[in-house]
Every structure is written in structure tokens, then in C-alpha cells.
């Protein structure tokens, strides 16, 4: 246990070290900018030039440094670890259950459905056939539909 702090103590140190060593880095850099900004304005002054004229005539130069400052920064902020977004899972929608068997009534002329007892039924080789025959061959089977519902013209 004493072992492990002293471990820990030490790192402390060392970090502690780095960040005074870095602290006294960015003093001294902070130190030159100044001293350079107060030799420009001097300068600029003697001979006579404004900062904002000096600005104007570098600020193609001034506008892709400000653009690259602000692609770092934008870059640092976005580093920041963004939280998870947990998508709920798409439903997959069940497939529908084909029909049992896909019943083909041939063409022709069909009675007897109990829908429409009375009504005949035509039934040509191209198209749709009616719901009401289609419903009534599934029930009863199609052998037996033909038996009862079909009409012949022989």
C-alpha cells in the first residue's frame, strides 16, 4: 500500500514538473509576442505607416492564418467525445403468408355461388376474376367448385 503511493506521488511530481515546465514556456512566448507587437507598432509608427494600412495590405495572408486558427479549433471542440446515439432497431415487417395454393379458374361462365346465387358469372381467358369466385373455389377446393358452380356450353 505505502508502495503504491509513493508511486502515485511520484507521477504526481512528474506531472507536476511538466505542467510548471510547460507554464514557464508559454510565459516566455507571451513575453516575445509582446516584445514583437510593441517593436512593430514602433517601427510602423516611424516610418510613418498606420497598423491598419499594414493590416490591409497583408490580409490575404492575415485571413488564411485566422482561417486555419479557426479549422484547429474547430477541430479541438469537436474532439470532445460526443455521446452514443442508440438507434432503436428497424421492425423488419413480417411477410405476409401466401395463400396455400394460388387457385387458376379457367375461362368460362360460373353460378351457384352463395354470395350471388342468381348472378352468372363470366369468366374471360384475360383479366380479373371476381373476389366471390375466387373466395368460394378456396373454400370448397376446385374440383368441387367445378362440379357445382361451373356452367357447360357443350
Known amino acids: 500500500m505505502a508502495n503504491q503511493r509513493q508511486k502515485e506521488i511520484d507521477s504526481l511530481r512528474s506531472k507536476l514538473a511538466h ?4 507554464q514557464e514556456r ?3 512566448e507571451r513575453a516575445i509576442l509582446q516584445k514583437a507587437q510593441t517593436q512593430l507598432l514602433s517601427t510602423l509608427e516611424n ?3 498606420t497598423f491598419e494600412s499594414f493590416v490591409r495590405y497583408f490580409f ?4 488564411k492564418l485566422i482561417s486555419k486558427i479557426e479549422q484547429e479549433q474547430s477541430k479541438t471542440d ?13 421492425v423488419k415487417k413480417s411477410k405476409r403468408a401466401a395463400s396455400p395454393s394460388r387457385l387458376k379458374i379457367p375461362a368460362g361462365r360460373y353460378t351457384n355461388i352463395p354470395t350471388a346465387p342468381e348472378k352468372v358469372f ?3 381467358d384475360k383479366g380479373p376474376r371476381p373476389k366471390a369466385l375466387k373466395a368460394h373455389a ?7 367448385f367445378f362440379a357445382q358452380c361451373r356452367i ?3
Open 19 to 22: 505542467l510548471e515546465a510547460e
Open 26 to 28: 508559454e510565459e516566455k
Open 47 to 49: 516610418s510613418g505607416i
Open 60 to 63: 490575404k495572408d492575415i485571413r
Open 78 to 90: 469537436s474532439v470532445t467525445p460526443r455521446k452514443r446515439v442508440i438507434r432503436k432497431k428497424a
Open 122 to 124: 363470366e369468366v374471360k
Open 138 to 144: 378456396e373454400e370448397i377446393g376446385l374440383e368441387a
Open 152 to 154: 357447360d356450353e357443350a
